[in-house]
């Protein structure tokens, strides 16, 4: 069977944090873009149960590797 990583900053899922993962985050914290339950948790990197810029620069820090 395939076993899917929880990784946090994943907002799709695919179990790497890629560039289409900074984006929904982005929107998503400018009230441009709903996420679902799942991509809310994972995008929500601090834990303080909202998507704000703290949490896109961190997922922007892991995807570029920084």
Same mark, same amino acid.
């Given at each position: 069977?395939?076993?899917? %990583?929880?990784?946090?900053?994943? &907002?799709?899922?695919?179990?790497?944090?890629?560039?289409? $993962?900074?984006?929904?985050?982005? *929107? %998503?914290?400018?009230?441009?873009? &709903?996420?679902?339950?799942?991509?809310?948790?994972?995008? $929500?990197?601090?834990?303080?149960? *909202?998507?704000?810029?703290?949490?896109?620069?961190?997922?922007?820090?892991?995807?570029?590797?920084?």
């Amino acid at each position: 069977g395939t076993v899917n %990583a929880i990784v946090a900053g994943d &907002v799709s899922g695919d179990g790497v944090v890629e560039y289409d $993962d900074v984006m929904p985050a982005y *929107k %998503a914290s400018l009230g441009e873009a &709903v996420l679902t339950e799942e991509q809310s948790i994972l995008a $929500d990197i601090n834990g303080d149960q *909202k998507i704000d810029d703290l949490d896109v620069q961190e997922i922007y820090r892991i995807y570029t590797g920084g």
